[in-house]
């Protein structure tokens, strides 16, 4: 028997047609009845949660991204007057205006993959998705065949057209988590030494690196990458800088 989550996948690629006459076949095991009433939810209602809930188990759930915002080192080169030549790479005019070519296969798309598409469509996708959905359901209700050419929406695209539905609504819950499956959620940010950047100066260079930069009190000054990342690992492999990180994470949202 396969897996909750393998015939979920399953269930989503179905079209309409053939998830209606799933759900309505009494010989289905439970887990399918489980299931499709998810998907119902899904498709007819505005529950949110069960939305969230079918985004999580087809496509598992999102990582809480943790951001460490730890010190830059700056070097101020007070006695400087010029800067090392350096050549800025250019970006090929040409290159910025290709557009990348959308690799999304309907056939095999996932749950977030079909929301990040069908984000970029016209509004009107909603409303037609429906239509067909609402057509399909009647025809299977009269038990009137199916035209040739019926589009018949898969059942990923039919839970997403209600979600953005729900999103054209103004609900707020429905937007949340439209950007939270696109986007990500909302990183954690943790602050070492306050986030304040370090400078240090330096008299004795004078020619800046190529990578400086002129301050508004006219001193050149460029980061020190070399001296950030020492930080680190000082402070990875202190016990006092351990107990600040997870001090940061035990801190409420």
Not at 12 to 25: G, S, T, V
Not at 43 to 53: E, F, G, S, V
Not at 154 to 177: H, Y
């Amino acid at each position: 028997m396969a897996t909750i989550k393998l015939r979920f996948e399953e269930m989503l690629h179905m079209d309409w047609y053939e998830f209606i006459k799933l759900e309505a076949d009494k010989s289905a095991i439970v887990d399918d009845g489980a299931l499709a009433s998810l998907i119902r939810i899904c498709a007819d209602t505005d529950d949110i949660a069960a939305a969230k809930l079918a985004f999580d188990r087809a496509d598992g759930l999102q990582a809480t991204v943790i951001e460490i915002e730890v010190p830059k080192f700056y070097v101020r080169y007070v006695n400087a007057k010029e800067i090392e030549p350096g050549a800025k790479e250019l970006e090929d005019p040409q290159d910025a205006k290709k557009e990348k070519k959308s690799s999304y296969d309907p056939a095999s798309a996932k749950l977030r993959e079909t929301l990040a598409e069908m984000r970029g469509m016209p509004q009107d996708v909603i409303r037609v998705v429906m239509l067909y959905k609402k057509r399909i359901e009647k025809a299977f209700e009269d038990g009137t065949p199916l035209k040739e050419d019926q589009h018949k929406p898969m059942v990923k695209s039919v839970i997403v057209a209600n979600l953005l539905r729900n999103v054209k609504k103004g609900k707020f819950k429905a937007i949340e988590l439209v950007f939270d499956q696109i986007d990500g959620k909302l990183p954690k940010t943790i602050q070492l030494l306050g986030g304040e950047d370090i400078y240090v100066d330096d008299d004795q260079t004078l020619v800046a690196p190529a990578n400086a930069i002129m301050g508004d009190d006219g001193v050149y000054y460029a980061e020190n990458k070399a001296m950030t990342t020492i930080w680190l690992r000082g402070f990875a492999n202190s016990q006092k800088g351990l107990e600040s990180l997870a001090e940061g994470l035990e801190d409420d949202d």
